[in-house]
């Protein structure tokens, strides 16, 4: 109630004090019959009047903009807000304060002074920039403002409380945890850069000869290698490319509580795999790896990010930001996404991993050259089944446990936890 007298109320404790003083003032000159007390408190009437009047008709705000460094919030990381505010004054303006409506899904102390503005009457319009950190406290889409300003006039009697322009959505990624290093040798993950050949009459100078064929330059000949086999060679250019890794992520609903499905951010255990699959994402790209990321059911959740691809790591995260859980079929057709082929290091992150579940996943062991599966909220059971299967497994009740879980995974130890 006293929150909405404010802003219903005119006059600032000064001004409200003026206007006590006036009545007072007009009640004792008539009984009295001081005419000299009539104009004072006349005089205070009219000052108040003005003083209102001025802040309705002598400040104009043209327009409210806001801006982020980086761009896109991170759960735990913090972001520069750059609070533009166009103002046209026909006269100068004592200071106010100002506040920015700050969402439940971030977190900053978005208050402070607003500065004196001079007349604008002969330069036009003027800007005023106010600057705040804000922090990304839950995953997801949140809306930054309005942005309320208050004001008074030069005396301190009155004032004015604006809401000004729309609201700013405000993007929040998922934490990236910075994991230790892919323990995988290239024997057993691919996880070093190989060669392949190019084509037939393709390439740059380098110590590699094949068979001369037709349409090959003479100018390519490998005479050395060519006196050695006692058949016409020719050099052979290299190129790098990356080994593959697959990351997927378990959305079904199976796996989560039923709040995972209605919004970012709803349930704690999906929020720590969001960010591990994310993070072991990141890992895996700055080891040269291309990761393809897939759900469950085979769906791609984002396209292959190339080995190295640093900023793709970033656009990945931003596409994660609404990221919620699913209906539909869970884990036990992850092992057939890979039936009859072979394929490079497999990274399962899923939530409420149980022995059924460890069971059905078991099989996968065999088509990968590094299986991995990282659980939000497992069973001891369903991890030391996976283990004993091959498979390197970690366990992560909470985000600040990603890195050990990961150590552990990288380790090939089996997490003992209670079911």
């Not at 729309?166 to 060669?195: C, H, I, M, N, W």
């Not at 080994?243 to 959305?251: C, F, G, N, Q, W």
């Not at 796996?255 to 960010?275: C, H, K, M, N, Y």
């Not at 150590?407 to 089996?414: H, L, P, S």
Request: aromatic content about 6%.
């Amino acid at each position: 109630m006293r929150g909405f007298v404010r802003r219903v109320w005119p006059l600032t404790l000064r001004g409200t004090g003026a206007l006590a003083l006036s009545v007072v003032g007009f009640v004792v000159a008539h009984e009295a019959g001081l005419i000299e007390l009539v104009y004072f408190a006349a005089l205070l009437v009219a000052v108040l009047v003005l003083s209102v009047v001025s802040l309705w008709f002598t400040r104009r705000i043209d327009a409210v903009s806001r801006s982020l460094s980086p761009e896109v919030a991170t759960v735990g990381r913090e972001s520069t807000v750059t609070v533009r505010i166009a103002v046209r004054n026909a006269l100068p303006t004592s200071p106010g304060t100002w506040d920015d409506t700050v969402p439940a899904g971030l977190v900053a102390r978005a208050r402070g002074v607003f500065p004196a503005v001079g007349s604008a009457m002969r330069g036009g319009e003027r800007a005023v920039e106010l600057r705040y950190t804000v922090e990304g406290r839950v995953r997801g889409i949140h809306p930054l403002g309005p942005f309320g300003l208050t004001v008074t006039d030069p005396f301190g009697l009155a004032r004015r409380r604006l809401r000004l322009g729309g609201k700013t959505q405000v993007t929040v990624a998922p934490r990236v945890v910075d994991l230790p290093f892919f323990r995988g040798s290239s024997g057993e993950t691919g996880g070093t850069r190989e060669t392949a050949s190019t084509q037939l009459g393709q390439g740059a100078d380098n110590l590699v000869a094949r068979p001369y064929a037709p349409g090959d330059s003479m100018r390519r000949i490998h005479w050395r290698a060519t006196a050695h086999r006692d058949t016409l060679m020719v050099r052979q250019e290299e190129e790098e490319t990356s080994p593959e890794a697959t990351v997927i992520l378990d959305r079904s609903a199976a796996q989560w509580s039923p709040e995972a499905l209605r919004a970012p951010g709803a349930d704690d255990a999906f929020e720590t795999a969001v960010a591990a699959a994310v993070s072991i994402i990141a890992r895996l790209v700055r080891d040269g790896y291309t990761v393809e990321v897939l759900d469950t059911d085979g769906a791609a959740l984002a396209e292959p990010v190339p080995g190295g691809d640093l900023h793709e790591i970033d656009a990945l995260a931003t596409q994660f930001a609404t990221l919620t859980a699913r209906r539909g079929d869970g884990i036990a057709r992850t092992a057939g996404m890979f039936a009859g082929h072979q394929t490079g290091p497999v990274i399962v992150v899923t939530g409420r991993l149980r022995v059924e579940d460890a069971l059905s996943l078991a099989p996968l062991a065999h088509h990968s050259s590094m299986p991995v599966v990282i659980a939000a909220s497992p069973s001891s059971d369903a991890l030391a089944r996976l283990h004993d299967r091959g498979w390197h497994t970690g366990a992560a009740f909470s985000e600040a446990e990603l890195g050990d879980a990961w150590e552990t995974a990288m380790q090939r130890g089996a997490t003992r936890v209670g079911a």
